[in-house]
């Protein structure tokens, strides 16, 4: 080992090396062997100066753990006696705290017993090993060709178990990334755990993104509930306060547990992997929550006072709904996240802030130290949801593209600043997955939905809402209203010749206007360029169509027209050429 350190402080070229890269990480030992079977089998490659075996140390490494916790513990409460004792406190204070000085010294005392009976146990391999050789360049040499031996076997299974056959092989992950009590967690076992923290993280999503609808469907001012802060202001600024409150609990839900139960739960191997693991999970939640807040304005349960009439298309009404929700989740990212969580990191105050409480000095060097740990899948998470969401609605709004290029500069400078600054730096880590999904899957992702949302915002900039021919029959006879801002023969005739040249269709086309062909209404003159004739054409029809319903009203003395009175106007107002 010495002279590996030697090489790797004189080495050339600018490569950094550490012990590392001169170590490989071996996995699926079989039960049966040995460091010397270890050995024999990597020495093929090239000369071994070291093998090691991880061991299922797990519960000895939680037993040294919790000893620092409870000789801090008992530093406490000496401390707090001493304060009494000094300050003449009563004889009962002092009493009780002796006591406490005592139980917390009679729990250091029982934790170091039990880690001595540990230690003395035999323990056993958790099927990972770390072989380390004199020259990094036979390590580079065995992740090459050790998969291809591997996978030339053609004995049984057991056979092939025995002489090494399902042994896997990877680079060694720095020692400072290791998360060596979770290593006696096998693969199975760990497959286990991701089915469980996934399932539960899905159903913590779906809970966080209903709380998140709900407080911008039915909380917000304006959105269910007619608020005018000048004259409602109390009601306003409830509103306000309540869809706030659901909206910060929907993501602290998410935020909070899931965290934890990839930490206890899930257990993975590495803190990379961890990092790994959280960041897909955040990634998902906040990703799938941003688009159906957005996309759920387009349908009609989902209306609200500012889109009345949702109708599976971008309306106008959505870009007030949908859009303006999607617009402010992602600068709200922009400023808040950013530069008041991220740049500020109020959490980071209050612990400096008990710092300089602290009883002794390294209590208050632990709480100045901010750990840097799983600050990257935070701020990953947040990055391509502005990515994703961003690219995908930006053809609808362009402004889009500005937030998106300002996010991504300001978070260059605010990572900078956390980073250097403010957080301990995290485990060294050669593992570049996180950024090989993002630049493989989430931005490939991310043109590809920009893509397909273009035609469909394109395709519904030029729709424009348009009668059936069931419809129009209808309020011609009176059982309908009429469209809005239509109260006349001219009006209506223009409405539907305007729908007919907007939808890129010609009098003659109808079936791209009304759902039921059998329901068009012929014109005279259809392959007429002049639209003013087709129009006025139109208009006489109306107008004869509405006199008939006047008379046979007058006639029935306003009763509701019979089925098969309805029927045979329907009929006229269908094959009718002219009036």
Not at 80 to 85: D, E, K, N, R, T
Not at 223 to 236: A, G, R, S, Y
Not at 239 to 255: A, D, E, M, N, T
Not at 483 to 511: D, F, H, R, W
Request: glycine share 6%.
């Amino acid at each position: 080992f010495d002279e590996i350190h030697t090489r790797i402080r004189n080495s050339d070229g600018g490569q950094l090396l550490t012990a590392a890269d001169f170590t490989v990480m071996v996995s699926h030992v079989p039960e049966s062997w040995g460091s010397q079977q270890l050995r024999d089998f990597f020495e093929k490659f090239g000369e071994v100066v070291h093998v090691g075996f991880s061991l299922n140390y797990g519960e000895l490494i939680k037993r040294i753990r919790k000893a620092k916790t409870l000789r801090e513990q008992h530093t406490n409460d000496l401390l707090a006696l001493l304060v009494l004792m000094g300050k003449l406190a009563t004889k009962d204070q002092i009493t009780n705290a002796r006591q406490r000085a005592r139980n917390s010294l009679r729990r250091v005392e029982d934790n170091n017993r039990t880690i001595k009976q540990l230690m003395r146990e035999r323990y056993t391999c958790t099927g990972y090993a770390f072989v380390t050789f004199n020259k990094y360049q036979v390590a580079q040499a065995v992740l090459a060709e050790l998969p291809k031996r591997l996978q030339g076997h053609k004995m049984q299974t057991r056979v092939s178990y025995l002489f090494g056959g399902h042994m896997r092989v990877r680079r060694a992950p720095e020692p400072a990334d290791i998360i060596w009590e979770n290593l006696q967690c096998s693969w199975r076992q760990q497959f286990v755990r991701q089915v469980i923290t996934t399932t539960i993280s899905l159903f913590l999503v779906t809970v966080g993104t209903v709380a998140i609808f709900v407080a911008n469907m039915y909380i917000a001012p304006g959105m269910k509930i007619p608020t005018d802060p000048m004259t409602d202001f109390m009601l306003f600024v409830g509103l306000y306060l309540g869809s706030l409150l659901v909206l910060v609990s929907g993501h602290l839900v998410v935020f909070i547990i899931v965290p934890l139960l990839v930490i206890h739960v899930e257990r993975p191997h590495t803190n990379a992997a961890r990092e790994m693991s959280l960041m897909i999970k955040l990634t998902a939640f906040m990703v799938l929550n941003t688009m159906i807040n957005g996309l759920l304005f387009l349908f009609p349960p989902f209306y609200t006072l500012l889109n009345e009439h949702p109708n599976y298309h971008f309306s106008p009404g959505w870009y007030v709904t949908g859009g303006q929700v999607l617009l402010m989740s992602i600068i709200g990212d922009l400023l808040v996240v950013n530069l008041i969580l991220e740049l500020f990191r109020p959490g980071d105050l209050i612990r400096r802030f008990f710092a300089r409480r602290a009883q002794t000095q390294q209590q208050m060097n632990e709480l100045y130290a901010c750990p840097g740990e799983l600050i990257l899948p935070y701020r990953i998470c947040i990055m391509c949801k502005c990515m994703v969401c961003g690219t995908m609605f930006s053809f609808a709004l362009p402004v889009l593209h500005l937030v998106i290029a300002a996010y991504m500069w300001m978070g260059h400078w605010v990572d900078r600043y956390t980073y250097l600054r403010r957080v301990t730096p995290p485990p060294p880590s050669h593992d570049l997955s996180q950024m090989n999904v993002i630049l493989t899957y989430v931005f490939p992702s991310a043109i590809l939905l920009h893509a397909f949302m273009a035609f469909k915002f394109l395709g519904d900039i030029c729709h424009r809402e348009i009668i059936s021919g069931g419809e129009f029959l209808q309020w011609l006879l009176g059982d309908e209203a009429a469209p809005e801002g239509v109260t006349s023969a001219q009006e209506i005739g223009k409405y539907v010749v305007s729908n007919l040249i907007e939808n890129n269709g010609t009098l003659g086309q109808c079936a791209r206007v009304f759902s039921d062909t059998t329901q068009c209404i012929t014109l005279p003159g259809h392959d007429n360029p002049d639209l003013g004739a087709q129009v006025a054409s139109l208009a006489s029809l109306i107008g004869v169509a509405q006199d008939l319903k006047a008379q046979v009203a007058a006639a029935a003395g306003g009763a509701v027209l019979s089925e098969e009175l309805r029927v045979e106007l329907t009929c006229f107002l269908r094959n009718e050429s002219d009036a």
